[in-house]
């Protein structure tokens, strides 16, 4: 068996793998969770919002060598650690969500919506994780990080 990504990529494969990369540095926008780690551990905003504002930093100190990973060496570990990636964003996301249901809005944060929906930004980019967490386990994309060829021999 071996286990090498295909050197030509096909029109929408490039068009993935270039979303995908945009998207996970998109992803350095979420160093704007440090306020509210400041925020929470000062005791202005709630202590439940330490949790995914931790997992926001996360994600985005590994986002540049994620993004670099998936660019350079599209094989088994750069597509398991994407879909760790999007799982822990996911996670993220939902925490948040759930967080804006039971406590509200953080004060941290109230200066970014200007009284507009808090649930707005986490749905969005719930839903483009979900995204490329499902294009990335369809096998037409998956294919871009690792061909699983069977090598067969035949004996007379």
């Known amino acids: 068996m071996t286990n ?3 050197t ?3 029109k929408a494969q490039l068009i993935f793998l ?15 969770a440090i306020p509210l780690i400041t ?14 504002a931790i997992l926001d ?6 986002a540049i060598p994620l993004a670099f990973a998936v660019w350079k060496w599209r094989n088994f570990t750069s597509w398991t650690l994407t879909f760790t990636y999007l799982t822990l964003s996911i996670t993220d996301h939902i ?25 707005t930004a986490p749905v969005i980019q719930t839903t483009l994780d979900v995204l490329f967490f499902v294009m990335l386990m369809l096998p037409g994309f998956r294919s871009i990080f690792f061909k699983v060829q069977a090598e067969c021999s035949v004996s007379s």
């Open 57 to 62: 930093v996360v994600t985005a100190v590994f």
């Open 95 to 119: 925490g948040a969500l759930t967080n804006l249901s039971l406590i509200g809005e953080p004060i941290a944060f109230e200066r970014f919506t200007n009284g507009g929906n808090p649930f």
């Open 18 to 32: 270039f979303g995908l990369i945009i998207w996970i540095l998109a992803q350095l926008i979420r160093f704007i």
């Open 8 to 10: 030509t990529l096909n």
């Open 39 to 52: 925020s929470a551990a000062n005791g202005i905003d709630a202590p439940g919002w330490m949790y995914p």
């Open 4 to 6: 090498e990504a295909p």
